[in-house]
């Protein structure tokens, strides 16, 4: 089990891929090869992977000066045979490796202008849905690609690409969240165009894919308005790490008792600086002021790539004039 989010093993596949990427989710047993992938980095591993999980023989529990309760102590967890200790190493051991692959997506991700950003939410809260009207509007004149991330089936792949967007789907089997190992290698089989923009639409969870960076420029929480305005308090860590809510279905506001100011303000109790768009793909509301901000991204990130190769040419014809005064 994962001391970071409790998810158990299962394997994950990733669509596309010929044979299909298999391995333990969360598998701390050495497998001796390396995962590379055409987009320029390798994301090398001895499955202790990024999500080294420990598969230890259970001892006696022994509790750490009564602190080895469940939500207790600096894990704030409880795992039989494991002390807080353990489990504390074991989590930085889990999250230190994952971030280094989201730094190598992030790197690759910006050396080509895509502008990516990792959508979270509970499920039921329109996510796809949303995701398939933004496609629908911004496919004829932006070039986009969908990573979508599911336990089981690629029913939303099947949706997006409906929709007009070319999509990978990762299938976590238990894990209830993606990681940046499994967004680094749906990059070799999705290879999204220079300038472009990456969709990642998370398992629908609102509480594990707050600690795991995926390489994405912006974590986008989704809420719907069939939620409760607290929310965000309930599940702080998430609406934290988020710089966007998008609050959804804001057609059904005529229908139901939900204070949209009050939902609004426990999301700034957590996060003062997070960014609040209403929006309703059904109705249309709001969506236009959802595109600018996406466009924004893009153009930021296209500004990036651009600085880069500038700096880049820059060096270049440093080196050359240094090799020119050596004669």
């Excluded at 504390?88 to 502008?115: C, S």
């Excluded at 336990?151 to 792949?157: F, G, I, L, R």
């Excluded at 279905?249 to 997070?274: Q, S």
Aim: hydrophobic share 40%; with cysteine.
């Amino acid at each position: 089990m994962c001391t970071v989010c409790g998810c158990a093993e299962g394997n994950v596949s990733i669509e596309g891929q010929k044979p299909a990427v298999k391995y333990p989710y969360r598998s701390r047993r050495a497998h001796g090869h390396a995962h590379t992938h055409d987009h320029s980095h390798e994301h090398g591993h001895d499955h202790h992977h990024e999500h080294s999980h420990a598969h230890e023989q259970a001892q006696p529990a022994q509790h750490d000066a009564g602190l080895h309760d469940y939500g207790q102590g600096p894990a704030r967890a409880h795992a039989p045979g494991l002390s807080q200790a353990r489990m504390v190493k074991i989590e930085q051991d889990i999250l230190g490796k994952n971030n280094g692959y989201a730094t190598a997506n992030r790197q690759w991700l910006a050396q080509r202008g895509i502008f990516a950003i990792n959508l979270v939410s509970s499920p039921g809260s329109g996510k796809t849905t949303l995701l398939t009207e933004t496609i629908k509007r911004l496919a004829a004149s932006v070039p986009l690609a969908v990573i979508e991330g599911d336990q089981q089936t690629a029913n939303d792949a099947e949706r997006i690409r409906a929709a007009g967007a070319p999509a990978i789907q990762i299938n976590t089997g238990k894990g209830c969240h993606l990681d940046a190992h499994m967004v680094g290698a749906a990059l070799q089989s999705l290879a999204p165009a220079d300038d472009s923009l990456l969709l990642i639409e998370n398992v629908g969870n609102l509480v594990c894919p707050a600690a795991f960076d995926l390489g994405e420029a912006h974590k986008v929480a989704i809420l719907s308005v069939t939620e409760g305005e607290d929310k965000p308090l309930k599940y702080p860590d998430m609406f934290a790490a988020a710089d966007l809510m998008l609050l959804n279905k804001t057609d059904l506001l005529p229908h139901l008792d939900f204070d949209v100011e009050a939902c609004i303000a426990c999301a700034r109790r957590v996060n003062p600086a997070i960014e609040v768009l209403q929006v309703s793909a059904k109705s249309g509301a709001g969506m236009d002021d959802w595109l600018q901000w996406l466009a924004g991204g893009l153009i930021a990130a296209r500004a990036g790539k651009a600085d880069q190769v500038a700096r880049l040419q820059a060096r270049i014809s440093e080196l050359e004039a240094q090799l020119a005064a050596r004669g």
